[in-house]
């Protein structure tokens, strides 16, 4: 498994422990070398834009392949 792929999933299982959350739960998010405290909707917000570009990084190598 390569280190995209891996941290997709890392990503994705973030995401789906944030959801199984209450909403009014305080949690810490990693920003640098900080850990922000945060709510649920803020970090799964900032942890799904994560996933987006994670994503988005294998789809631009998958065409960058092809071409």
């Known amino acids: 498994?390569?280190?995209v792929a891996m941290q997709i999933h890392e990503l994705e299982v973030a995401c789906a422990e944030l959801k199984s959350l209450p909403s009014g739960r305080s949690v810490y998010r990693k920003?640098?070398?900080?850990f922000m405290r945060?709510?649920?909707k803020t970090a799964l917000d900032f942890q799904r834009n994560e996933l987006e570009?994670?994503?988005?990084?294998?789809k631009s190598r998958g065409q960058?392949?092809?071409?």
Do not use: E
């Open 64 to 67: 960058s392949k092809t071409k």
């Open 31 to 34: 920003s640098g070398g900080i």
């Open 1 to 3: 498994m390569n280190v």
């Open 38 to 40: 945060s709510d649920v």
């Open 53 to 58: 570009k994670a994503k988005a990084k294998v």
